[in-house]
C-alpha cells in the first residue's frame, strides 16, 4: 500500500472556557497532524485557533438550527417523524470514540463476548469497537476528532450543553484506524481492516473522513465488499481547496466509481462552500454544514470545529434516520433519498453534482410518500412542487452543466 495524504479538514476550535484546556491540547496534536500531512494519511480537523463560546443555553450547532441564513438541514422537523433506532449500527472509522460521553454513552454500540456466536471478524467482541491500532477492542478516543464526529451523528438531546446527533437513538460502532505515530501505509492498512470489521460486525452505515490522492486497490475492494453487504460509506471529500473533478486532484475514497459511496463537501453558515472544501460537479455529490460545528469532545466536554469530517457526519446522521424509518433501503436507496431532496442554492451549482445542501425533513418526507402510494422505498423524486421557480431553474442549470462536463 502506499503513503497516503488526508488532511481531511483544516479545523478551527472555537471551545467553551471550561474546556480551553483540554482544547489547547488537542490542537497541539492537530498542528502535528498538518505538519506531516505531506507524507502520510491523516484524517482529521487541524485546529488553527482557539476562542471562547459565549452562546446562549441552546443547540449551538447551527447546522441543527439556526435562525441566520436558515442554513441549517431541517432536523428538528425531521424528528417529528423519526430519532432513529438502536439497531441501526453507524461505524464511525476514526481516531476512536469517548463511549463514557454523557451524550454518547447511551448510544454506543455494544459487541458480543460469546466467540462462538460472534460473527465478528476476530471471534468475539466484549467492547464497543476495535482499536487497530493497538489491536484490542478499547477504542477510546485520545485526540477528540472521533468523538466530535460521533456527536454529530449521535449524540443524544440535550439542550443544556446545546447538543444533538441528527439522529438520537441510533447505536455508534467505534473503529480506531489512526495513529498519528503510524506510517501512512500502516493508517491505509488500518483503515482497510476497519471496514471489514464494521461491515461482519452488522454496520449499517460507515463514516469515514478519512482519505488522499492515490488509489489503493485493497481500500477499493474493501469498500466493493460493503457495497455488496448493503453497507453505505459516507466519505469526506477532502480538505485541499481542490477541484476533485479533475485526475490530478482525485481524493479516494470518495472518488471510487461504486454505487454505496456518498462524498461529501462542507458548507458555511450562508450556504457558501467553506474555503479549504474540496469540490467537484461530478465528483462530489452533495454539500452539508461544516463550519464551526459544536458537539462531543472526550472527557465530557464540547468543542466546535471545521471540514468535510463534519459535514460528512451530518450525512451519515440523515442516513441513519432514513434506515431507521426503514431499515430495508440498500445504499443506492438511501442515497437518491438524500441526493433528490437537497436545498439547491446557486453558491454550489458547479460545486457538488447536486448542486445542494442536505435536507434530512425533505428526506424523510420523500421516503414516507413513496411508502405511502406503495411503491419502491427511496426510488422516487421529489416533489416538484415542493421547490421554487428558482430552483426548478437552478437544478435544470446544473444537470446542464453536468452534461456538458461529462
Known amino acids: 500500500m502506499r503513503n497516503r495524504k488526508n488532511p481531511s479538514s483544516k479545523t478551527q476550535l472555537i471551545v467553551h472556557p471550561l474546556i480551553l484546556t483540554f482544547v489547547l491540547a488537542v490542537s497541539t496534536s492537530a498542528q502535528a497532524w498538518s505538519q506531516q500531512a505531506a507524507r502520510t494519511r491523516t484524517t482529521h480537523s487541524n485546529a488553527t485557533s482557539v476562542q471562547s463560546s459565549t452562546a446562549p443555553k441552546a443547540y449551538k450547532n447551527w447546522g441543527i438550527l439556526n435562525q441566520q441564513d436558515k442554513s441549517h438541514i431541517q432536523a428538528v422537523d425531521a424528528w417529528k417523524l423519526e430519532k432513529g433506532r438502536k439497531d441501526i449500527i453507524v461505524a464511525v472509522i476514526d481516531t476512536g470514540v469517548d463511549a463514557s460521553h454523557p451524550d454518547l454513552k447511551s448510544n454506543i454500540w455494544e459487541g458480543t463476548s460469546d466467540r462462538k456466536t460472534s460473527t465478528s471478524l476476530f471471534g468475539g467482541v466484549s467492547g464497543y469497537g476495535w482499536n487497530f491500532v493497538k489491536n484490542n477492542d478499547a477504542p477510546g478516543d485520545d485526540h477528540g476528532h472521533g468523538t466530535h464526529v460521533a456527536g454529530i ?3 443524544v438531546a440535550n439542550p443544556e450543553a446545546g447538543v444533538s446527533g441528527v439522529a438520537q437513538k441510533i447505536s455508534i460502532m467505534a473503529v480506531k484506524y489512526y495513529s498519528e505515530s503510524a506510517s501512512g501505509a500502516t493508517n491505509l492498512s488500518n483503515t482497510v481492516k476497519a471496514i471489514d470489521f464494521a461491515v461482519k460486525n452488522g454496520a449499517r452505515i460507515i463514516n469515514y473522513s478519512g482519505g488522499g490522492p492515490e488509489f489503493s486497490e485493497e481500500e477499493y475492494l474493501a469498500i466493493r465488499r460493503a457495497e455488496l453487504a448493503g453497507v453505505l460509506v459516507v466519505a469526506a471529500a477532502g480538505n485541499e481547496h481542490q477541484d476533485t473533478d479533475q485526475v490530478e486532484n482525485y481524493y479516494y475514497p470518495s472518488a471510487y466509481r461504486l454505487s454505496n459511496i456518498l462524498s461529501v463537501a462542507a458548507t458555511d453558515i450562508h450556504n457558501r462552500l467553506i474555503r479549504s472544501s474540496n469540490w467537484g460537479a461530478r465528483r462530489v455529490d452533495v454539500a452539508a454544514p ?20 463534519q459535514a460528512t457526519a451530518f450525512v451519515s446522521g440523515v442516513a441513519a434516520l432514513l434506515l431507521s424509518k426503514n431499515p430495508r433501503l440498500k445504499p443506492v436507496e438511501l442515497k437518491k433519498l438524500i441526493l433528490e431532496n ?46 421554487s421557480e428558482q430552483l426548478r431553474s437552478l437544478a435544470a442549470q446544473s444537470e446542464q452543466r453536468a452534461t456538458v462536463n461529462r
Open 153 to 155: 451523528i449521535g449524540a
Open 290 to 309: 461544516g463550519e464551526n460545528i459544536y458537539s462531543t469532545l472526550p472527557g465530557g466536554r464540547y468543542g466546535y470545529m471545521t471540514g468535510t469530517s
Open 342 to 387: 437537497v436545498d439547491r442554492f446557486p453558491t454550489l451549482i458547479g460545486k457538488v453534482a447536486t448542486s445542494g445542501r442536505v435536507n434530512a425533513y425533505k428526506s424523510l418526507v420523500a421516503l414516507e410518500h413513496t411508502l405511502g402510494k406503495g411503491g419502491r422505498p427511496g426510488l422516487v423524486r421529489a416533489n416538484p412542487a415542493l421547490m
